[in-house]
């Protein structure tokens, strides 16, 4: 029996695809549906953003992105993940304004909020896919258990509850929002 192989997509697909309310990912070459975030799901990703995004912009220390903003992690085939949050130092951000399409790279720091219907295996995925790509932190917001992870590789995990801070000063120096924040 002879079956056709499926090409793996490409990141110029991807962009190009129209918009059906979903969110997709490609996750070496696969394309990846995933349902938009819920309503909780979105506060958390939010408070979190518009904390990290003033403080970057009042100290100017580069670019926030939103959720649905593409980084491309990999090519041949094409890796492409979107964050819930997202920040990339100045420096990385001026040389990448021109570039078309996703931001080319990891972010410095990505964050992500684990939605209702997310399986902790395609977290910790997502997870070491931004660190083995170049983010130097990631932060997992968990509105299940009101808690927060900073992830800096495999085994340098920090947990916080709601009665920590949450900072990764060598990422975004000053930035401090208390865990707590996150959920109310």
């Not at 890796?79 to 949050?85: F, S």
Request: hydrophobic content about 40%.
């Amino acid at each position: 029996m002879i079956t056709a192989k499926t090409l793996p997509m490409t990141a110029g697909e991807l962009l190009d695809m129209p918009e059906d309310g979903f969110r997709y990912e490609l996750v070496r070459g696969e394309l990846r549906k995933t349902s938009p975030a819920s309503h909780f799901q979105g506060e958390c990703a939010m408070s979190i953003g518009i904390s990290l995004g003033a403080h970057v912009k009042t100290n100017r220390l580069g670019k926030t992105y939103a959720a649905e903003t593409g980084f491309i992690l990999g090519s041949d085939p094409d890796h492409v993940r979107a964050p819930d949050a997202a920040f990339v130092r100045s420096e990385r951000a001026d040389a990448a304004r021109d570039a078309p399409g996703y931001f080319p790279g990891a972010p410095d720091l990505a964050v992500e909020v684990i939605s209702p219907n997310d399986r902790y295996a395609e977290v910790v995925e997502k997870v070491a896919d931004w660190l083995d790509a170049g983010a130097q932190a990631v932060i997992v917001a968990n509105p299940r258990n009101r808690s927060a992870k900073i992830y800096r590789s495999a085994a340098d995990i920090v947990t916080l509850t709601e009665d920590d801070v949450l900072k990764v000063q060598d990422v975004v120096p000053g930035w401090r929002m208390a865990v707590r924040e996150i959920f109310e």
